[in-house]
C-alpha cells in the first residue's frame, strides 16, 4: 500500500508544473486525497484536498492558480503562474475511515526560480 507522487522539478517563476499522485495496493475508492507542502524549517501546509463526493478546498495561496483533478486514487496538481515561494517538497497524503488509511507519500521537490 502506498501513495506514489510524481512531476516535480524546477521552473521560472511564471511557469507551470502538474504533479501526480496514484495510490497501488488499495481497492476501494480513498475518501479524501490532498497535496501537501513543506519549506525546510516550517511546518508542512495544506495545499488542496479533494474528496470522494467532489468537493474541493484549496488554500488561500493555491485557489486562482492551483487545480487539484481527481479520478479514483489518482490525483493531479496543475500548478499555474508558479512563484519563488511556492518552493518547497510536496506530498500527497490519503485519508480514509472504515477502512482506515492514514498515508503519505514521498515528497516530490518543486523548485520554482526569480
Known amino acids: 500500500v502506498q501513495l506514489q507522487a510524481s512531476g516535480g522539478g524546477s521552473v521560472q517563476a511564471g511557469g507551470t508544473l502538474r504533479l501526480s499522485c496514484s495510490a497501488s495496493g488499495i481497492a476501494y475508492s480513498i475518501n479524501t486525497m490532498e497535496w501537501h507542502r513543506q519549506v525546510p524549517g516550517k511546518e508542512r501546509e495544506l495545499v488542496a484536498r479533494a474528496i470522494r463526493s467532489n468537493l474541493r478546498n484549496y488554500a488561500d495561496f493555491a485557489r486562482g492558480r492551483f487545480t487539484i483533478s481527481r479520478l479514483r486514487n489518482t490525483i493531479h496538481l496543475q500548478m499555474n503562474s508558479l512563484e519563488p515561494e511556492d518552493t518547497a517538497v510536496y506530498y500527497c497524503?490519503?485519508?480514509?475511515?472504515?477502512?482506515?488509511?492514514?498515508?503519505w507519500g514521498q515528497g516530490t521537490l518543486v523548485t520554482v526560480s526569480s
Open positions: 497524503y490519503g485519508k480514509n475511515s472504515r477502512p482506515d488509511l492514514d498515508l
